[in-house]
């Protein structure tokens, strides 16, 4: 077919190398909405025909808090197509994710999507005290492998960093709500 890959003479790359980074000029009306949208795919070889994907960024990409809960639900199926079980990074920083969004991720994480997802960043979004209590509840379902989470600079009051702290309280994970915070829950 004339492609290169790995297995496909692309040989084999070592483990957390970038593997390749997406870019679609949108052309007007649609998905786009004549934006241009970066995806940054991270993965290692586990044989030398087998990539798999241990992680996207799609860092920037301010169409996605625009598209609200559907956006997310993409995201969530580019994340199912490109790595299934094996996500374990997800990176949604300074991309207008709001509550509605977040709200998609947990059903769906509740759902089985990333079950071993370790490391979940959501700085410079739009997450108030309902998404970090939507977050919070997911906890207790999912999330068991979460090491990292970080959602600083959201309009998170009190209320939701408590809730967030709590939920977190017999976890591992650093749980970062302010910059400058260098803490586990």
């Not at 649609?30 to 795919?41: I, L, N, R």
């Not at 808090?65 to 300074?94: I, P």
């Not at 994480?109 to 919070?136: H, I």
Request: aromatic share 2%.
């Amino acid at each position: 077919t004339g492609q290169q890959g790995p297995g496909a003479g692309g040989g084999v790359r070592a483990a957390g190398q970038k593997v390749g980074v997406g870019q679609r000029q949108g052309g007007g009306p649609g998905p786009t909405g004549g934006k241009e949208v970066k995806v940054e795919v991270t993965g290692e070889s586990v044989e030398s025909d087998k990539l798999v994907i241990r992680g996207i960024e799609l860092n920037g990409n301010q169409m996605l808090g625009n598209g609200g809960r559907d956006a997310m639900l993409l995201v969530v199926q580019l994340g199912m197509l490109t790595a299934g079980e094996s996500l374990l990074r997800l990176h949604l920083d300074n991309t207008g994710v709001s509550d509605d969004g977040v709200d998609a991720l947990a059903g769906c994480m509740e759902g089985g999507f990333a079950p071993r997802l370790q490391v979940l960043w959501l700085n410079d979004n739009d997450v108030t005290d309902r998404g970090a209590a939507r977050l919070a509840g997911a906890v207790g379902v999912c999330m068991d492998e979460v090491q990292e989470l970080y959602l600083y600079r959201n309009p998170i009051g009190g209320a939701g960093k408590r809730l967030l702290r709590d939920a977190f309280r017999h976890k591992t994970a650093k749980v970062l709500l302010s910059e400058g915070e260098k803490r586990r829950a």
